[in-house]
Structures are given as C-alpha cells and as structure tokens.
T-cell receptor
C-alpha cells in the first residue's frame, strides 16, 4: 500500500531564502508525481508534474526532482517570496487514475 | 476560462439532509474524480469516472452516490448527511498525465 509523507509539516523562513520541501513514498512503482500548491480556503494549483521516466522538472523559481529508487521527491524554491506562502502537497500517481496525496508542508515566508 | 468548476462553493446544512455538489470541466478530459479533504487537510480519493463509467470507488459509504450524465460532468449526491461528512470536496479531471482540480466545495453539516 502506497504511503506518502511530507517533511517538514510546517516551515517558516525569511524572504529571499532558498528552501527544499521533501516528499517520500513507500512504493517506487509509480506512474508520475505531481506537486501542488494550496492557498488557505482555495483549491489546488498544479506546480510541476514529473513522469516516472524523468528526473526533474523546472518552472521559474521551482525545481522538482524525482528519485524513484529511493522513494523521494524534492521541491526546491529559489529566492522565496511572501507570495510563496501556502501549503505544498505532493501526489504520487500509482496508475493512470489514482493519486495518493501527502500530508502537506505549510510554508510561511516572512517579509 | 475556468477549467474545472464546482457549485456550490459553500454548503451549510443540517444533519440528515440530502445535498448535491456539481462539477463541470471544459478541458475535454475523459476522466473525472471526487476527492475529500478532511480537517487535517489530508486529501483522499473517493471516486473516479472514465467516459461516464465508474472505475474507482474507494471505501466510501453508500450514502455518497456519484453521477456522470456526460464526460464533462460528475456530480456528487450525498444522502442523510452526517457530522463527519463536513469537509472540503474537490472535483478533478485528467487526460493521461496530471490532474486539474476545481476550487472545492466547503461542506459544513450542523
């Protein structure tokens, strides 16, 4: 049974810092992995999608890596801004349809 | 321009009532989903439909009944609402890789 864990559960950093969010999964036979952002009281915004055959994806200040053999993905945020404050969720695709979500990391970037 | 939309955005109702949440996607995707996010913000899949056919049905009480009148719509009907049904319900769609989520419906059962 796939289990997805995100560490840390909460993170508070000063503006401008580079930071790393971690996502671990127990079953390496994944289809893909997707990182989302959720603002308070809002829906999920897709940030990056990594296929199982890929090692990383980049979008702007965001870089997500995937290491299937070790069951890990990291989301790197460069030069963090207060607008980056949100909850970040990773979701592991175990098949075409099914996603298992992690518990999320609540990020607060202080001005 | 809204890709995945849900109505209503908020739903406050008494225990025992029956309510429906509607979802529509204009992305032309074949697959639609319902997820439940609990008070601890944990997201869990409830149902998945592909081309109007049910393909995933997690252990959800049969008080919850999804209905897909066409590929672009997946509605969720809930009978005899209970306090524990209070949560945020998200609709999503996909076509192959990646999922697109709706804004969520915040259900509060009193």
């Amino acid at each position: 049974k796939q289990e997805v864990t995100q560490i840390p559960a909460a993170l508070s950093v000063p503006e401008g810092e580079n930071l790393v969010l971690n996502c671990s999964f127990t079953d390496s036979a994944i289809y893909n992995l997707q990182w989302f952002r959720q603002d308070p009281g809002k829906g999920l915004t897709s940030l990056l999608l990594i296929q199982s055959s890929q090692r990383e994806q980049t979008s702007g200040r965001l870089n997500a890596s995937l290491d299937k053999s070790s069951g890990r993905s990291t989301l790197y945020i460069a030069a963090s801004q207060p607008g980056d404050s949100a909850t970040y969720l990773c979701a592991v695709g175990g098949g075409t349809y099914k996603y298992i979500f992690g518990t999320g990391t609540r990020l607060k970037v202080l001005a | 321009d809204t890709a995945v939309s849900q109505t209503p955005k908020y739903l406050v109702t008494q225990m025992g009532n029956d309510k429906s949440i509607k979802c529509e996607q204009n992305l032309g995707h074949d697959t639609m989903y319902w997820y439940k996010q609990d008070s601890k913000k944990f997201l869990k899949i409830m149902f998945s439909y592909n081309n109007k056919e049910l393909i995933i049905n997690e252990t959800v009480p049969n008080r919850f009944s999804p209905k897909s009148p066409d590929k672009a719509h997946l509605n969720l009907h809930i009978n005899s609402l209970e306090l524990g049904d209070s949560a945020v319900y998200f609709c999503a769609s996909s076509q192959g890789q990646g999922k697109y989520f709706g804004p969520g419906t915040r259900l509060l059962v009193l």
